[in-house]
C-alpha cells in the first residue's frame, strides 16, 4: 500500500480530478495528464509500477486487480 500512497501523492501535484482513477480488465487507470509530469516524477513512478498511457494518463497493471 505504501507504493500506491507515494504515487498518489506525485500524481497530486498535477492536478485534482473528481474522479481520478478507475479499474478495467485489471488495470488501474489514473486520470493525470502524463505530458504534464516531469520526467524525474515519471522515472520515480514507473519504479511504483505506473507507466503512461497513450491515451494521456497513467495505468498499472500491479495495482490494477478488479
Do not use: Q
Request: hydrophobic share 35%; charged share 25%; glycine share 8%.
Amino acid at each position: 500500500m505504501d507504493k500506491l500512497i507515494e504515487a498518489l501523492t506525485l500524481f497530486r501535484k498535477y492536478g485534482n480530478p473528481k474522479h481520478p482513477t478507475w479499474c478495467e480488465h485489471d488495470v488501474l487507470h489514473v486520470d493525470i495528464d502524463s505530458s504534464a509530469v516531469s520526467i524525474l516524477d515519471k522515472r520515480k513512478l514507473s519504479e511504483l509500477g505506473f507507466t503512461p498511457n497513450s491515451e494521456g494518463g497513467f495505468l498499472s497493471f500491479y495495482f490494477g486487480s478488479c
